[in-house]
């Protein structure tokens, strides 16, 4: 059974970082490409962030590129998120999910099969 733990959320003031893991297991990692995507109330899921399976390619959505990194370690099933810099509109429910690599390289929620329960990330200005 495919499972995604995030966790690092939390409450943070406008200017900060947090950091965001994603745990990964039920499956092969090194096989899989993995995304971040948020969403705030009543605004559609978005796209932050997506990894390959290598490391190598790393994709980022506009409003974050130069504050947010995302990373893995393959020997821990782990993906990261480093925030710096958070503004009020960062506020949402960040979700990690995975795609199996063999389908191809995507960044869009759309071709993501598996996915977390979220975490809260609240930046109060």
């Known amino acids: 059974q495919v499972q995604l733990v995030e966790s690092g959320g939390g409450l943070v003031q406008v200017g900060g970082s947090l950091r965001l893991s994603c745990i990964v297991s039920?499956?092969?990692?090194?096989?899989?490409?993995v995304g971040w995507f948020r969403q705030a109330p009543g605004k559609e899921r978005e796209r932050v962030a997506c990894?390959?399976?290598?490391?190598?390619?790393?994709t980022y959505s506009d409003s974050v590129k130069g504050r947010f990194t995302i990373s893995r370690d393959n020997t821990k099933n782990t993906v990261f998120l480093q925030m710096n810099a958070l503004a009020p509109e960062d506020t949402a429910m960040y979700y990690c999910?995975?795609?199996?690599?063999?389908?191809?390289?995507?960044?869009?929620?759309?071709?993501?099969?598996?996915w977390g329960q979220g975490t809260q990330v609240t930046v109060s200005s």
């Open positions: 999910a995975a795609q199996n690599a063999w389908k191809g390289y995507y960044c869009d929620r759309n071709k993501y099969t598996d």
């Open positions: 039920g499956l092969k990692f090194d096989d899989v490409n």
């Open positions: 990894i390959n399976w290598t490391g190598l390619s790393v």
